[in-house]
């Protein structure tokens, strides 16, 4: 084996070896030449985001010759914000990931360099970033809404839930804008929210005139751009409980119907009783005010038919009362008068 150290200069990124042979008759074999070089830059540099929270870096590797195959590649990572360098890791392979749980708060620079036996090639760069446009309200959601009347106005109150299916999308404003077709803009705010993991309520109440016709509009905004704008539409002209065309009543109305109802029957029960006691009552007296010797009868047979009022009952048995009296003072005036003949 023969072997040779070469000093090779730095400003060189190839260089070819030629080997030649010769004996002692002066014959010279000729072999191929071969060539050395540095690794040229690694191309189509991207990154993604996995899950939402790990970041995959890929790379093309640089065209090389396959007797001088690369050993690996240097990965420094650098804060695109900061400029602070943050890692270096030695890959053997062409891609990486990393784990990243703040997403929408970092950018960052990748460097690449190939290293093969004569050490680092040309590095090349790319930067990314993993902040995204914040989705809009989801759709259908009127919920948010909620209107109230007074004499002269109208309350609008809106509650906005925010919930992030990835960090990377976290808004960074809110803005409600709510906007009336004879007023023009009445309500305009704009609400930090500080890039929100976790679900937040954004909540408000604006005054609005009557009798109009209005939209709330939502946008959700961050540095990589804005969301399509929600908007809802609403009236401010206060609702009048009718009759409903088809003849079908509100469950309030039929409510307030049988409580009527129940009131208006109960009062009509309680004045039958009073009438029905007045009428017994007024017998009662009018068959005590009956003078005359009297003798309790002998009590009548229970009425075990279930028919008749408990006042026909006491005038049927005040009847057989004045009978039985009169059957005794007529005996007596009988009795009386036979003793007089016989005197």
């Not at 899950?51 to 050993?71: E, F, G, K, Y």
Request: charged share 20%; net charge negative; proline share 6%.
């Amino acid at each position: 084996m023969i072997t040779g150290v070469i000093t090779v200069p730095n400003n060189l990124n190839t260089f070819i070896v030629n080997v030649s042979f010769s004996n002692l008759g002066g014959v010279y074999l000729s072999t191929p030449s071969f060539g050395f070089g540095f690794l040229g830059p690694v191309t189509n540099i991207d990154s993604s985001i996995d899950n939402c929270s790990t970041i995959d870096i890929t790379w093309t590797a640089p065209t090389v010759d396959p007797r001088v195959s690369i050993l690996y590649y240097n990965l420094s990572i650098y804060d695109n914000v900061t400029g602070q360098f943050l890692r270096s890791v030695s890959v053997y392979d062409t891609s990486y990931q990393f784990p990243d749980e703040e997403l929408f708060r970092h950018r960052y620079t990748y460097v690449i360099t190939g290293v093969n036996e004569l050490g680092e090639g040309i590095s090349n760069n790319g930067t990314f970033s993993y902040q995204r446009v914040p989705r809009s309200v989801e759709e259908g959601a009127s919920d948010i809404l909620m209107i109230t009347f007074n004499e002269t106005s109208a309350a609008v109150y809106y509650n906005i839930t925010i919930t992030l299916e990835c960090t990377g999308e976290s808004p960074k404003n809110v803005t409600v804008t709510i906007e009336c077709n004879g007023t023009g803009v009445l309500y305009n705010d704009a609400t930090l929210v500080e890039y929100a993991k976790r679900p937040m309520d954004i909540t408000g109440s604006v005054p609005v005139p009557l009798y109009q016709q209005c939209n709330i509009s939502i946008v959700f905004s961050n540095e990589a751009g804005s969301s399509e704008p929600f908007i809802l539409a609403f009236d401010t002209t206060p609702i009048i409980n009718t009759p409903s065309p088809t003849g079908t009543s509100s469950p309030d109305l039929i409510f307030a119907l049988v409580i009527i109802g129940a009131t208006v029957g109960g009062i009509a029960v309680l004045l039958i009783i009073i009438l029905v006691m007045i009428i017994c009552y007024r017998r009662k007296g009018r068959a005590g005010a009956t003078g005359g010797d009297s003798t309790t009868p002998p009590p009548e047979k229970a009425d075990t038919t279930g028919k008749g009022s408990a006042c026909d009952e006491t005038d049927e048995k005040e009847t057989k009362e004045d009978t039985y009296e009169k059957k005794m003072k007529e005996d007596t005036y009988e009795k009386k008068m036979k003793e007089e003949s016989v005197l």
